[in-house]
């Protein structure tokens, strides 16, 4: 039986992650969640999968060597697949030096931990073993509003402290991919939406405000452009990368679905007004009046657009989910999950929050 380390399990892609391994290959592997537990991480979002044979979550912090190093000492680990992150780019911007330390010393602990696990006397690594590198296209840097794309041989040019973090994170993989031949790969990935997101992104943010009534803050102008995908084509396409991708290879995983944020906001609203039974009391508080135009970000990226020729030439995969069936899944989750939201809305988050738009 295969055995997965996955670190950040318990945050948004983790989760979904996770529920899409176990769906497609039940009893077949094992699964070790390593997670810290920070404000993103939610052992909620794991309900179903808690209580299975296969299924273990471990609390640690992966710029722990002992924690990590201990969990591959205990268990024959033959996947690495490393979500574990700071992410969001607002918080970066307030307070760099996390991004810092999760986001590039935990990766590099990560990466000496595996390779002192897998490596052979000869220098080699023992057959069959795999850490895949969960990264973002925020590493690129911004394209201009019209024309043009990120490939895997863009050049990095990361702006914010969190693509900066994660571009450093990237390089340490592809440093031990040349040094040592560690056996690894990159995906970059385009903004992703639905289930478990963290409401302090643009989508469940706006989704969460409209059903309150609340005003929903646009940055800048509202034009900058993002490349959204749903977050199971992203499961998918990590998987397949695992079983089909070539070694030390960088895969672009995009959504072919660039919109502007003002775009989104008009969607989710007009789509929430669709979905919402007259007889519900939320449906007169969703209005595109609530649209509210705020400070722009500080460095804002204007666009994002992925090309994913690469992992479809060579993988086979593709973005599945058209946008329009994808934001009614994801609102309809919303829907049935009105609990989570509250409880993820309490305490720490609340007050990040009031922090962050007080001044909107
Ligand atoms: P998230 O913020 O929802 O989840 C991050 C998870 O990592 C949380 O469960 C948190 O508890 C855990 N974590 C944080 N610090 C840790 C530490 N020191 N030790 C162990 N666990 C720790 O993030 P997400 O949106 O699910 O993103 C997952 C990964 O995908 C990140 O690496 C991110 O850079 C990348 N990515 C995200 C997107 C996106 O649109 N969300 C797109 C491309 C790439
Ligand atoms: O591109 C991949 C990246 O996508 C990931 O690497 C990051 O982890 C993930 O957080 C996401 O980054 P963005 O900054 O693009 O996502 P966010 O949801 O924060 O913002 C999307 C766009 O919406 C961006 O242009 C900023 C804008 N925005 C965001 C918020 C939270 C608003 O206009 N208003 C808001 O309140």
């Known amino acids: 039986m295969r055995t997965y380390l996955v670190t950040g399990g318990a945050g948004f892609i983790g989760s979904n992650y996770i529920h899409y391994m176990l ?3 039940g009893s077949e592997i094992r699964i070790i969640n390593l997670d810290a537990l920070t404000y993103a991480g939610n052992l909620e979002n794991l309900k179903e999968a808690e209580g299975r044979d296969n299924y273990t979550f471990i609390k640690g912090d992966i710029c722990d060597k002992d924690t990590v190093s201990g ?13 574990a992150a700071e992410s969001h780019v607002d918080r970066s911007i307030r307070d760099p030096e996390v991004f810092v330390r999760t986001n590039v010393l935990g990766t590099a602990v990560m990466l000496n931990c595996a390779k002192k696990a897998w490596e052979l006397p000869d220098g080699g690594f ?11 296209d925020e590493v ?10 990120f490939y895997e041989t863009t050049p990095y040019d990361p702006h914010s402290p969190y693509s900066a973090s994660k571009a450093g994170s990237d390089m340490l993989v ?14 970059n990935c385009s903004n992703n939406y639905g289930p478990y997101q963290f409401p302090e992104k643009l989508i469940p943010l706006i989704i969460n405000n409209a059903l309150q009534g609340k005003k929903l803050p646009v940055y800048g102008d509202g034009r900058n452009v993002r490349d959204w995908l749903y977050v199971e084509d992203h499961a998918k396409a990590i998987d397949m990368v695992q079983e089909k991708g070539r070694l030390f290879e960088t895969y672009n995983v995009g959504g072919h679905n660039e919109k502007q944020n003002i775009e989104i906001v008009n969607i989710i609203i007009e789509t929430l007004q669709e979905m919402l039974p007259g007889t519900d009391p939320r449906r007169k508080l969703v209005s595109k009046e609530l649209i509210t135009y705020v400070e ?13 020729d690469k992992i479809r030439e060579e993988i086979g995969w593709e973005p599945e989910t058209m946008f329009r069936d994808g934001i009614r899944k994801t609102i309809q989750w919303f829907f049935e999950h009105e609990d989570w939201m509250q409880r993820v809305t309490s305490g720490d988050y609340q007050k990040y929050y009031e922090e962050m738009y007080s001044a909107g």
């Open 71 to 83: 969990i591959f000492a205990e268990n024959d680990i033959d996947r690495v697949v490393h979500f």
């Open 174 to 187: 592809k440093a031990y991919m040349d040094t040592y031949k560690f056996p690894a790969n990159i995906t």
């Open 23 to 25: 769906k497609k290959y």
């Open 296 to 308: 722009d970000r500080k460095g804002h990226d204007r666009r994002y657009a992925i090309a994913p």
């Open 140 to 149: 690129y840097g911004s394209l201009e509003e019209k024309g043009g794309y």
């Open 126 to 136: 023992k057959e069959g073993k795999r850490f895949l590198h969960v990264s973002t």
